[in-house]
T-cell receptor, first 111, second 112 residues
């Protein structure tokens, strides 16, 4: 069952621009994570934000979490062509080991 | 070693075949997962193993049969699959304190 939604579904930008993706989820979570997937292969962990945190940074990545609105956003600054991939939010339901993904955003960064 | 290794990378099987997918990790993670991913869709949870015991089955058809022989190994046995089962099958293990998940590169399965 779909536990999370992301928007936009697809995003096309020029190299150097910023990319913002949004994730909404339906239930209480332990933490929220963002993953990247290149060409339909394995997923790579990008960043984790805990339910008691509001914002986190890692390099060119900035993630925010609003538990009252059950939403998160991922900002990639100064995008590069190599950032072209699908991005998924993921979350573990509180007190369970269920690890679910949002619907994904396909990012295309044009050189 | 922070790798999750999945074999084979590609598999083509007929609807009457029996095959198995294998997943291995040596990070000491106690939660392991099988996901199914169709093209342009997010990974869909199938099974969760916690401490080598099946803890979650997301109403997966019995033609998929998971097995966890030990804490490092996870198998997915396939029998009498349908063409619509063709997908990328991903294995993952979850780090301690519910931190990041480590994913294998997946097995791309085609059922003919």
């Amino acid at each position: 069952s779909q536990q999370g939604e992301e928007d936009p579904q697809a995003l096309s930008i020029q190299e150097g621009e910023n990319a913002t993706m949004n994730c909404s989820y339906k239930t209480s979570i332990n933490n929220l994570q963002w993953y990247r997937q290149n060409s339909g292969r394995g997923l790579v962990h990008l960043i984790l934000i805990r339910s008691n945190e509001r914002e986190k940074h890692s390099g060119r990545l900035r993630v925010t979490l609003d538990t009252s609105k059950k939403s998160s956003s991922l900002l990639i600054t100064a995008s590069r062509a190599a950032d072209t991939a699908s991005y998924f939010c993921a979350f573990i339901l509180y007190n369970f080991n269920k690890f679910y993904f949002g619907s994904g955003t396909k990012l295309n960064v044009k050189p | 070693d922070t790798e999750v290794t999945q074999t084979p990378k590609h598999l083509v099987m007929g609807m009457t075949n029996k095959k198995s997918l294998k997943c291995e990790q040596h990070m000491g993670h106690r939660a392991m997962y099988w996901y199914k991913q169709k093209a342009k869709k997010p990974p869909e949870l199938m099974f969760v193993y916690s401490y080598e015991k099946l803890s979650i089955n997301e109403s997966v058809p019995s033609r998929f049969s998971p097995e966890c022989p030990n804490s490092s190994l996870l198998n997915l046995h396939l029998h009498a699959l349908q063409p619509e089962d063709s997908a990328l099958y991903l294995c993952a293990s979850l780090g301690p304190m519910n931190t990041e998940a480590f994913f294998g590169q997946g097995t791309r399965l085609t059922v003919v």
